[in-house]
């Protein structure tokens, strides 16, 4: 039977509310179509299958650790695996930077959240970034303990899908800026631009390949 397609026929509630769409899911052996499930395109935005939340992570990270370099910052990518006692193979370090804060290395975090969720939904439709600071706590919970154990700082780099960066990862920016302005003799907001502009270019393309990928739902 697995060269067969089947299809079903269910109802969601697509969006902020308001607009229910009939959804067809048509199943192959190989993969699954959508056909109406999401004409705003916020589930493709957050879905994980596919690869495209890892592409999009992984675009931020390269991004920034270019960044880093224009800074003449050395450090190291996919950093704490089984370095701990606990032998733990968790990487709490996208970017690991030495000497950052307090005379510690920084472990840095990238995580990309949707406003939309419905964890969040609530919150973020009053609280311009609430997601991102939520996003925030959950990395810290994750990280915390291991960082502390390797004498590492915690610093998750969180963003919305549309764009807002959460507090920490702001603070962290314009820290990388002013060594960025420092170091190439730029003005500060020259480099801030530029950063920001460097990232905001990554999250968008990566937003527009998982778009793409899924456009069957979008015509």
Known sequence: MSGKRRSTTTTTVVGTG????????????DKYKWFGADPLGHHALTCKSGGDSIFRHNSLRDAFWESCKLACIAGQIEAGSGLDVE??????????????????????DFTITSA???????????MHGSAASAAEVRKHVANDEKCSRLGWVCIPLSV???GCWGEEAGRCLDRLATRIATRTGCPKSSAVSGLYGRLSIGLVRANARALLARSSSLS
Do not use: Q
């Not at 308001?18 to 052996?29: E, G, L």
């Not at 733990?88 to 804060?101: F, G, K, Y």
């Open 87 to 108: 032998g733990s193979r968790t990487r709490p370090a996208d970017i690991l930077l030495p000497n950052w804060e307090f005379g510690k290395p920084a472990a840095l």
């Open 18 to 29: 308001a607009k229910v769409t009939k959804v067809t899911i048509s199943r192959t052996k």
């Open 116 to 126: 939309l969720n419905p964890s969040t939904l609530n919150e973020a439709s009053v």
């Open 160 to 162: 919305e899908t549309y």
